[in-house]
């Protein structure tokens, strides 16, 4: 009997069955897909690591390593092993194309992934290279294929014997200017030391890579104790492969821990607020059961399997979806598998997603007891009356002359809307929830085009950045500089309080390259001091008029300089002029030329050259793997919304059933009744929207601060996101409510009105 009044009732009430069963689908499947997007990204990135044996740290020296160096590391206590290493980038002959070219003496150590038939690697193999392939998919370059390459003066033709991905190269970028993968025209591949001493006439390794427990501060006072030379130590948190793809985790568990729970939250509420109201529509039913003689237990087990079922239903559907969502932002034929090049893509759920899903489903089935628990007060007398809200006291506002000249529809909305708080307040949270979700989206949209109109199109005044050559001295490139009407600059890597940074040293002349002060306005560098990023003062624990000192890559003399500025800029750095680089006493090596000449011919002494629109689409496919993320907020935000709208206005609407067959007896046709019922929900909507759009700005800032720091970009919103946040949030908000008021047609008033006390 309680199976077929089951069905009957899931029948009665499908409208509000399907909709929960969707909003748990929802705010589970967000919630989850969100989360294992990251954990994935987590557990294959660092298996990845583990598989190839990623170096702990990295020992530099432009003088090169000899073997004798290496057996000196190797004696450190602390070091399990070492390998000696060499990354130069070489261009492929005839074109503009670069591939950084790769040695490591022991294979043992950031070693790569052979992918598909070729060659195991082969120490001994004077004449193959194993390539990166991405870059061969890109290039159309097959195993057996021929590749000539030039590096200085040295031509090096080698065949291709096998298609790799290696840690080293998982985020294969030639600076950390570059923030996306170009592999057409960037690659990387490995020879071996025998190739090496083949082409060279000798054996020439500028790194050594290190597997050690040690921490840094520990290693690079062993390494400066055990080697004659100076050198630069960098962690693996210091490297391009794993600093920006654990970046990468950390921002997808920083959206998945905020936006996602949001929607969970929502969901769930609104849930616990339908089982609360659908367990008094069923009062009566309640207490005829209850007379009909069958025990609580077994009501309460009725009813409660309500819940039970749409929690269980909607988290499969919701694990589903979860998994399409991650397998959506994760796709590696996407944005992520150019950004990110691994071998393996397997989705992974977070364990505490697991646990989260269960306590969900514990807890729904609890709601939906408690709800039941409530209806089966008293005997069965008691429980067969139909439930009866509490008395209303009248509002202050109708002892007031105001309250005279109001139309009856806004005195009947002011009066059910404070009659019925919590369904009011369900409705207001459904909607500031819903505005939240999209103007944060749309708003991360504003920022991002924002970041590339002001930092790509007006800080960045070049169309070329021309890479120089090591073998370039001050006056060809003083030179080079004059001949394209280019500003310079001396890039160095240097040790800063054992940590590795980057300082900028510019002679700007034709104003090709400008900086942003905190105020995001444009600047000139005086000759005085040091400029440093929020991202640097922050690490350094650095202000302005504080000193610190600096020792360059590959030198052991130490320079002192001063504070004057915090400035924004795209990657983390400290800027200085050349002028004041004098003064200090640095021999500066000019490394780097900006230029508005387009269509520049490489040379030994310009081995590479960037152009802006290169640049600007790189970060362009960069910012996309944001607006996956995005894109999904946005659809499951509106179809939440609506759903949860549609959910809270249908029990609404059950509720005032009587309400409403009452006014269509004393003469109100359904289009007044349903005016009634459209503007109470857009009074809702306005004050949602008050309340929504500050907040949403709020969660904006949070998410730029926690998602985006790194690229120092600053929250903006315009008046188009607001206006159409607003108009869209309306517009739903009307939808549902016109879909609802339509339901006044089907209200029978004789059967709806009897048995009124």
């Not at 557990?43 to 170096?55: M, V």
């Not at 769930?268 to 609580?296: C, P, S, Y």
């Not at 994760?330 to 992974?348: F, Q, R, S, V």
């Not at 169309?463 to 890039?491: G, Q, R």
Request: proline letters at 2%; one cysteine or more.
């Amino acid at each position: 009997m309680l199976f077929k009044k089951m069905l009957r009732t899931i029948k009665n009430y499908r409208a509000q069955f399907i909709s929960m069963i969707i909003m748990i689908a929802i705010g589970i499947g967000v919630f989850a897909g969100f989360n294992m997007e990251w954990k994935s990204l987590d557990k294959n990135t660092r298996n990845f690591f583990e598989e190839t044996n990623f170096a702990d740290y990295r020992i530099y020296n432009t003088r090169g390593f000899t073997t004798e160096d290496l057996e000196k590391v190797l004696n450190i206590d602390g070091v399990k092993d070492a390998t000696r290493y060499l990354s130069v980038n070489a261009q492929v002959k005839d074109t503009k194309k670069i591939i950084a070219l790769t040695v490591c003496e022991n294979f043992n150590i950031s070693s790569f992934k052979l992918m598909g038939d070729g060659l195991e690697y082969d120490k001994d193999n004077d004449s193959g290279i194993w390539l990166s392939e991405q870059y061969a998919n890109k290039n159309d370059i097959k195993i057996g294929d021929t590749l000539d390459l030039t590096y200085q003066s040295f031509t090096i033709s080698c065949n291709v014997v096998g298609l790799i991905k290696a840690s080293e190269y998982l985020i294969c970028v030639p600076d950390e200017s570059q923030l996306m993968p170009d592999y057409h025209n960037y690659g990387y591949g490995y020879i071996s030391p025998a190739m090496l001493k083949k082409v060279l006439g000798m054996e020439f390794y500028t790194q050594i890579n290190i597997k050690s427990d040690l921490t840094k501060k520990e290693l690079s006072g062993k390494v400066d104790s055990a080697l004659d030379k100076a050198t630069i130590i960098l962690s693996k948190d210091e490297t391009i492969a794993y600093s920006m793809s654990q970046g990468e985790v950390q921002e997808g568990k920083t959206m998945g821990s905020i936006l996602p729970v949001m929607f969970l939250a929502i969901a769930i509420l609104t849930m616990v607020t339908t089982m609360h109201r659908l367990a008094v529509n069923e009062k009566t039913q309640i207490g005829i059961l209850k007379a009909l003689g069958f025990k609580d237990k077994k009501i309460i087990w009725h009813y409660t399997s309500f819940s039970f079922f749409i929690g269980i239903i909607g988290t499969v559907i919701g694990i589903g979806l979860g998994y399409l969502i991650a397998y959506y932002i994760m796709n590696p034929n996407g944005a992520m598998g150019t950004y990110i090049d691994m071998p393996d893509w397997k989705l992974h759920m977070p364990w505490f997603c697991s646990i989260v899903i269960v306590l969900i489903n514990v807890f729904l089935t609890f709601i939906g007891y408690l709800s039941v628990k409530n209806m089966l007060r008293g005997n069965a007398a008691e429980a067969l009356r139909p439930y009866v809200p509490k008395k209303m006291k009248p509002l202050k506002i109708e002892k007031t002359k105001l309250w005279k000249k109001l139309n009856f529809g806004t005195k009947w909305n002011l009066r059910d809307i404070m009659r019925h708080k919590a369904r009011s307040i369900m409705t207001l949270f459904g909607i500031i929830g819903c505005t939240l979700l999209i103007i944060a989206s749309f708003g991360m949209r504003d920022t991002m085009n924002n970041y590339v109109d002001v930092f790509y199109n007006k800080a960045i005044n070049y169309n070329s950045k021309i890479n120089l050559s090591d073998s370039a001295t001050n006056e060809e490139s003083i030179k080079l500089a004059n001949d394209y009407e280019a500003d310079f600059a001396s890039i160095n890597s240097v040790k800063v309080k054992d940590q590795t940074m980057t300082i900028e040293m510019y002679d700007i002349k034709y104003d090709r390259v400008k900086f942003l002060d905190q105020k995001m306005k444009f600047f000139k560098l005086e000759n005085n001091g040091v400029y440093i990023c929020d991202r640097v003062a922050e690490k350094f624990e650095l202000k302005v008029g504080d000193e610190f000192e600096f020792t360059p890559y590959g030198e052991e003399k130490s320079y002192t300089v001063k504070v004057v500025g915090i400035i924004h800029t795209i990657t983390e750095v400290a800027v200085m002029t050349l002028e004041y680089a004098k003064s200090i006493g640095f021999v500066y090596h000019i490394n780097t030329l900006y230029t508005d000449y387009q269509n520049i011919t490489t040379s030994n002494l310009i081995p590479s050259v960037q152009t802006k629109d290169s640049i600007i689409k790189s970060f362009d496919t960069f910012m996309s793997l944001m607006k996956l993320s995005v894109t999904c907020l946005i659809i499951a935000a509106f179809i939440l919304g609506g759903i949860v709208l549609y959910n809270l206005g249908v029990m609404s609407f059950m509720e005032r059933y009587r309400e409403m067959a009452t006014l269509k007896v004393v003469g109100f046709k359904d289009k007044k009744i349903g005016r009634l019922l459209i503007s109470q929900n857009l009074w809702l909507t306005i004050i949602g929207l008050i309340i929504g759009l500050p907040v949403g700005d709020f969660t904006l800032r949070f998410l730029i601060k926690e998602l985006a720091s790194e690229y120092e970009m600053v929250p903006v919103v315009s008046w188009v996101t607001y206006l159409l946040t607003s108009l869209l949030t309306c517009l739903l908000s009307f939808v549902v409510s016109y879909f609802i008021a339509r339901k006044n047609r089907k209200i029978n008033m004789v059967e709806s009105l009897k048995g009124i006390d």
